[in-house]
C-alpha cells in the first residue's frame, strides 16, 4: 500500500511540472494611446487630439474592433470650425498582408451647407470593425503562433477659414494630414488554447487510469490474501 501512495504521489508531481511548464495564455487589456498635433499658419492656430482604443490581444478569426475619437481643442484668428475630416487605420503583420479601414467625416471641398465641429467639439467615439475571418483573416497567424501586428494611423483635417474683409467670395479653407506610428497589437491563433490544455488532459487521463488500477490491484491482492489464509 505504501508503495501505491508514493506512486500516485510521484504522478502527481509529473502533473503540476507538466502544467508549469505549458506557456500561459496572453490576457487582453485595455490598449489607448493618444496624440497631439499643432497646425500654425498665417490664418492661425488650430490644435486637435487623436485617441485610439483596441484591445491589446485579439483572437484569430474574431472581430477586432478599434475606436477613434478626434477632439477639436483649438482654433483662433480666422480658422472657424472642422468641416472634413478622415482617419485611415493600417494594420500590417510581419509577412507584409495589410488591411486599410477608413472614416470620413463631412465633404470636400466644402459645399454651401457644410458639416461643422467647432472648437471644444470631437468627432467619435467611431468604431472600426475588422472580420479576422473575412477580410482580415491574411493577418491570422498559423496554428499554434501569434502575429505581431503594426497599426499605422493618418488623419486629415480640413478647416474653414472666417475672412471678411477678402474681396473674393469664394470660401476660403484649409488642408492637413499627419500620421503615428500606433504601436503592435497581438493577433494570438484560437488553436493556442486548446494545445495549452492538452498537458492538463493527458494527466488527469493517465491519473484516472492509474488510480482504477491501484484500486483493481488492490481489491485483487485482498481477495488472494484471503484465499490463501
Known amino acids: 500500500m505504501r508503495k501505491q501512495i ?17 506557456p500561459s495564455i496572453p490576457r487582453a487589456s485595455a490598449y489607448s494611446k493618444s496624440w497631439n498635433k499643432d497646425f500654425v499658419e498665417s490664418s492661425g492656430k488650430s ?19 478599434l475606436t477613434t475619437t478626434l477632439n477639436i481643442d483649438y482654433m483662433d484668428r480666422y480658422k472657424t ?9 493600417t494594420i500590417e503583420t510581419p509577412d507584409g498582408h495589410q488591411v486599410k479601414k477608413s472614416l ?14 467647432y472648437p471644444g467639439g ?10 479576422l475571418s473575412q477580410e482580415g483573416k491574411d493577418l491570422n497567424p498559423s496554428p499554434g503562433r501569434t502575429n505581431e501586428a503594426k497599426i499605422y494611423i493618418t488623419a486629415s483635417v480640413a478647416e474653414f477659414l472666417f475672412q471678411p474683409f477678402r474681396a473674393e ?4 479653407t484649409t488642408y492637413q494630414t499627419f500620421s503615428m506610428d ?11 488554447a486548446e494545445s495549452n490544455l492538452l498537458p492538463y488532459v493527458l494527466g488527469a487521463a493517465v491519473a484516472v487510469v492509474v488510480f482504477a488500477g491501484l484500486i483493481v490491484s488492490s481489491r485483487f491482492t485482498g481477495r488472494k490474501t484471503k484465499q490463501t489464509s
Open 47 to 65: 490644435n486637435y487630439t487623436l485617441t485610439l482604443n483596441s484591445p491589446d490581444v485579439v483572437q484569430s478569426g474574431s472581430n477586432w474592433t
Open 182 to 192: 500606433a504601436g503592435t497589437v497581438q493577433i494570438v491563433s484560437q488553436g493556442g
Open 81 to 89: 470650425f472642422l468641416f472634413y475630416s478622415t482617419i485611415l487605420i
Open 6 to 22: 508514493l506512486l500516485v504521489s510521484a504522478l502527481c508531481s509529473i502533473i503540476v511540472l507538466s502544467s508549469l511548464m505549458v
Open 122 to 131: 470631437r468627432w467619435g467615439p467611431n468604431n472600426i470593425t475588422i472580420d
Open 169 to 172: 467670395q469664394l470660401p476660403q
Open 104 to 117: 470620413v467625416f463631412g465633404h470636400y471641398p466644402i459645399g454651401e451647407f457644410p458639416e461643422r465641429i
